[in-house]
């Protein structure tokens, strides 16, 4: 992975399609005009940004040579929430709250698997209410209007307009490992934006932005997810993710093909960790076949159901593990194995630290 210093020397070069993470100090700050995605004269949507703007911040990142970068983040019932990756490697941190009102913070507690960071600052504005999290039961559809507001290139309070554009999206996490059930947007996404909130028009948190993917999509940290780990982190400083000790590959039509499967669907284990939770309960592949001039995997169990949710997708899988289970918890994988289908009980285990 690249260090510290070159993910914000690259995602300060990167603009729009860049990580949306951290800007550089020094970089673009203090001239221009903010960014912004979309006209915000719209008197409810105006209404909404002037509602939860001062319940968003700019997070300054200091290192012991100086200021490091800049970031968004918001206020919750937990303290104020941002990426990980905004303050990872921190000495010191200062909050930027709406009205140039700055206020020192602690790093309450972090979690890189997620992306998630909780922060404590001292004496914190009284206008600076909690914003609260949207109802995930649902979760919003895809084309539910959006506003991101945060603090990209260090321009404070600025917003961008746009609408949840896919669900259930995994996003790249350390250690080979994915953030689940991750918000895609068309909201203009920037340098700076990371940490902050991506609301409804009702004023909700539909998700914690992290990062930009390219022109028009960016995504989020799910507030499904986020209500899971935001809690544990302000309470224990950190948070334990469900692990199979597997890996994965999603059944696409050439994978089907080499299993004799009649349909795409499915998530098949190619990998066994010695000694993980699933040793000795589920199988690995342990051959191989060429479909079509491609080398799959063959004779792992294809996982087709777990915890008594349906596995069509790898996403499937990894939002039943992130969003419904717990370390230590025994849950029940429907698998086919050997052209016949047979149901195990496994154990989770804890994520290593990354």
Known sequence: MPSRREFLAAVGAAGAAGAAGCVRIGGRTGSGAPVSGADVDDSATAAVYDRVVPSVVGVRVYDDSGPLANGSGFVTDD??????????????????????????????????????????????????????WVDTSPEPP????????????????????????????LLPGPNDFQIADAVQTDAALNPGNSGGPLVTMAGSVAGVVNSAGGENIGFAISAALAKRVVPALAADGDYDHSYMGVRLLEVSPTVAAAYGLEDVGGVVVTQVADGGPSAGVLRGSDGTDVVDGVRVPTGGDVIVG???????????????LALRTSPGETIPVRVRRSDAATTVDLTLGARPEP
């Open 142 to 169: 895809v084309g539910t209007d959006v506003l991101a507001i945060g603090t990209p290139y260090g321009y404070d309070g600025s917003a961008s307009s746009g609408v949840i554009s896919g669900v259930d999206r």
């Open 306 to 320: 777990m915890a008594g949710r349906d596995v069509e997708t790898q996403a499937d899988l990894s939002n039943v």
């Open 79 to 132: 303290g104020v929430v941002t990426n990980q990756h905004v303050v990872a490697g921190a000495s010191r941190v200062k909050l930027r709250f709406h009205g140039n009102v700055w206020r020192d913070a602690d790093v309450v507690g972090t979690d890189a698997y997620s992306d998630l960071a909780v922060l404590s600052p001292a004496d914190r504005p009284a206008s600076a209410t909690p914003l609260g």
